[in-house]
């Protein structure tokens, strides 16, 4: 499933009212299109904003949202009050608004002109008062929103809108989304499971099972021919180890998994899936654990999440979307082995599945036993992820709803080579530090499996938690295990009290 931005737009919406007259509303107009150009020119903006006019009644309103509840390029409405529009006239149009809403709270001039300003421009450029008004009437419908204060020309504003679109956009993908589960969940193993009927009501994602013999069966079908071109692009890209090249003992390995991927995506080609799982216990008709297509399959863009982790396969298929064109990369990790020196770290790896986009150097092709599946030796790309800063994320399912958790972490270069550890690996220290941040995220209930993003800041997850509606609980240099017990208690009571109102 490519990702592609030029799919999708963003509607831009202004509000005013009939009371200023015929000038004053093509004045609107004019300054409007204007800062939708620049918006647009800014080659900040991941998404086209397409300017839809000036609203001046109830009944201009109600038409407008529900031409974009049903046109399929619009990915989310932004407003913004020239001048002061009545906000009961609002009221039917936001009842029925499905789309993402941002609300640009700015000024067509930067500055205000002290010795040409009268009335009349004083009531034109007064969107100091319009979106406030419109801010009550957003608040006290409960609507989800983005708020985004500043002057249009600044950077940071146009930032913060591009950051709102790349989640806009990870919506609607997540919409279609469909998770290929090859095996269940690994037995006995609670995080990683959850109800998966409110995670579509919620999400939109679909997750379907796929028997691993549907897979096994396509496997057989793939060509020597096949297998050498494969190779040949695997040859191009990474360096092999000894056994694991043309001429070395384990060779077979590798075209092994060369035609395990080639079945894979054949079959998720063929169900349109966009995410998938395995699982190391439910491999019957493999040869050996999809590691090495799990690892490039999740380069190019597909969720993955191992042992049946349908819910990180999805996260991560919407990191992947979100950060699509960024630097930095995007990986499935797991929290294995801690470094309780100085202020601590943590080994990241997993039995093999780590996205090459976070590596520091050209990965090794390498084959070695797992240990655990009673499986040939699997092929897998062995690599250190780079430094520099970035977000884990993990979905939990809390019984009576998904909570979403968040952690910073500065991934740093491992103090010595790892020459006996045959699997790809991140290390990093998580903000505050490893003390707080295992404590919160432990009293949180936050899986060992996470999506990890070089690429994404929480600012996403606010946007993303704001339109999914959904706790979010991010863990970061602010946090204090006090503050964050108390956090965790206000959220229950929160989030009871809000299925009340809302049935
Ligand atoms: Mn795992």
Redesign the pocket.
């Known amino acids: 499933m490519p990702i592609n931005f030029e799919q999708k737009e963003i509607w831009f919406i202004t509000g005013s009212q009939l009371l200023y007259g015929d000038e004053t509303i093509r004045e609107v107009n004019r300054h409007s299109s204007f800062i939708v150009d620049g918006l647009n020119q800014s080659g900040i903006l991941p998404l086209k904003i397409v300017y839809q006019g000036t609203v001046l009644s109830a009944t201009e309103i109600s038409e407008k949202f529900r031409t974009a509840n049903k046109s399929s390029t619009c990915a989310g409405i932004i407003v913004w009050m020239h001048t002061f529009s009545p906000a009961k006239m609002w009221i039917g149009g936001l009842k029925s608004l499905q789309k993402p809403l941002l609300h640009l709270h700015t000024q067509f001039q930067r500055e205000i002109p002290w010795r040409e300003i009268d009335m009349d421009y004083m009531n034109l450029n007064q969107s100091a008062h319009g979106d406030r008004e419109f801010g009550y009437m957003t608040s006290r419908m409960r609507k989800a929103r983005k708020v985004v204060a500043g002057y249009w020309e600044n950077i940071d504003v146009r930032e913060r809108i591009a950051v709102w679109m790349r989640v806009c956009f990870a919506w609607e993908d997540a919409q279609k989304m469909k998770i290929l589960r090859f095996g269940d969940n690994?037995n006995n193993v609670a995080v990683?499971d959850g109800d998966k009927i409110e995670a579509e009501l919620k999400f939109g994602y679909h997750i379907d099972y796929c028997p691993v013999g549907d897979l096994a069966e396509i496997v057989d079908t793939v060509t020597e021919q096949e297998i050498n071109h494969l190779v040949e692009e695997y040859e191009s890209l990474y360096t092999f180890s000894a056994e694991a090249g043309k001429s070395g003992t384990k060779h077979q390995q590798v075209r092994e998994a060369a035609r395990i991927e080639i079945a894979l995506r054949r079959i998720l080609k063929q169900k349109e899936a966009s995410a998938f799982t395995t699982n190391f216990d439910a491999l019957h008709g493999l040869n050996q654990l999809p590691g090495l297509a799990s690892q490039r399959l999740m380069n190019e863009g597909y969720g993955f999440g191992?042992?049946g982790?349908w819910k990180t396969a999805a996260l991560v298929r919407t990191m992947k979307v979100m950060s699509s064109g960024l630097s930095g990369g995007t990986s499935f990790l797991?929290d294995y082995v801690y470094h309780f020196k100085g202020e601590g770290a943590v080994l990241q790896a997993?039995?093999l599945e780590i996205c090459p986009s976070i590596a520091a150097q050209k990965p090794r092709l390498e084959v070695h036993p797992l240990g655990i599946g009673g499986k040939a030796d699997p092929a897998r790309l062995v690599f250190t992820a780079h430094e520099g800063y970035g977000v884990a994320v993990t979905v939990v399912d809390m019984g009576n709803r998904f909570r979403m958790i968040l952690n910073e972490a500065d991934c740093v270069l491992p103090e010595a080579d790892l020459p006996k550890l045959p699997v790809a690996r991140a290390f990093w220290i998580p903000r505050p530090n490893l003390t707080v941040s295992a404590e919160a995220w432990i009293l949180a209930g936050g899986t060992?499996?996470t999506s990890f993003s070089f690429a994404l800041t929480p600012e996403y997850f606010d946007d993303y938690a704001e339109i999914a509606d959904m706790e979010l609980l991010k863990i970061g240099n602010a946090t204090t295990t006090e503050m964050f017990k108390k956090e965790l208690r206000f959220n229950e009571v929160y989030y009871l009290l809000n299925r009340a109102v809302q049935s």
């Open positions: 690994m990683t191992a042992e982790d797991e997993h039995m060992h499996h």
